[in-house]
């Protein structure tokens, strides 16, 4: 099925970096979403999106509403050892309820 | 948020043989759906699963392969039948909320030998 473009796939960094990663699609969204899964768990959805060019708050990380509607950016600031995971951004558009998750971005922290 | 269970957590099955997977919220949700997560991969939505009708499965996903039942708004079943090794997934159930908003249960691995 369809799917969004995340990027970067992975990103090894250091306890204390902010770290930044998007998604990108060909098609308009009217929600973005924002999830993060740790091993052997659930997503568990971070922040919802729900106008072009939002900034959104949750802690530590901040995410926006791409202006043109077809992508999504996720800021982690001064990361922690807990930060590690896979996120994953999810679009939804149209009349459906349906979500598209992106192909994900695994964060791995080395304190 | 609701609270989300699935049953089971993980199991390991023969090729050829069936699996029911069941999800059980804490409180009554209109929408849920079900999804399949090979390893590492994303996730990739089977079927919506609608109380009191059929589900509605997407592209690639059949009712004989994966039969859903959503007997009330708290609980749903999906059942993996006649599995094989291309089967092996984590499955995961979501429920929607608020604007298109979905919350997932922890998942059931299933390993197909």
């Known amino acids: 099925g369809q799917q969004l473009n995340q990027s970067p796939q992975s990103m090894f960094i250091q306890e204390g970096e902010d770290v930044s990663m998007n998604c990108t699609s060909s098609?308009?969204?009217?929600?973005w979403l924002w999830y993060k899964q740790d091993p052997g768990e659930g997503p568990v959805l971070l922040i919802a999106?729900?106008?072009?060019?939002e900034l959104t708050s949750n802690g530590r990380l901040t995410a926006q509403f791409g202006i043109t509607r077809k992508d999504s950016f996720l800021n982690i600031s001064a990361s922690i050892p807990s930060d590690v995971g896979i996120y994953f951004c999810?679009?939804?558009?149209?009349?459906?309820?349906?979500?598209?998750f992106g192909t994900g971005t695994l964060l791995a922290v080395q304190p | 948020s609701a609270v989300i269970s699935q049953k089971p957590s993980r199991d390991i099955c023969q090729r050829g043989t069936s699996l029911t997977i069941q999800c059980q919220v804490d409180s009554q949700v209109t929408m849920m759906f079900w999804y399949r997560q090979q390893p590492g991969q994303s996730l990739t939505l089977i079927a919506t699963a609608n109380q009191g009708s059929e589900a509605t499965y997407e592209s690639g996903f059949v009712i004989d392969k994966f039969p859903i039942s959503r007997p009330n708004l708290t609980f749903s079943t999906l059942t993996v039948s006649n599995m094989s090794p291309e089967d092996s997934s984590i499955y995961l159930c979501?429920?929607?909320?608020?604007?298109?908003?979905?919350?997932f249960g922890p998942g059931t691995r299933l390993t197909v030998t």
């Open positions: 999106l729900y106008k072009a060019g």
């Open positions: 999810a679009g939804q558009g149209g009349a459906t309820n349906k979500l598209i």
């Open positions: 979501s429920v929607g909320r608020g604007s298109y908003e979905q919350y």
């Open positions: 098609s308009i969204f009217n929600t």
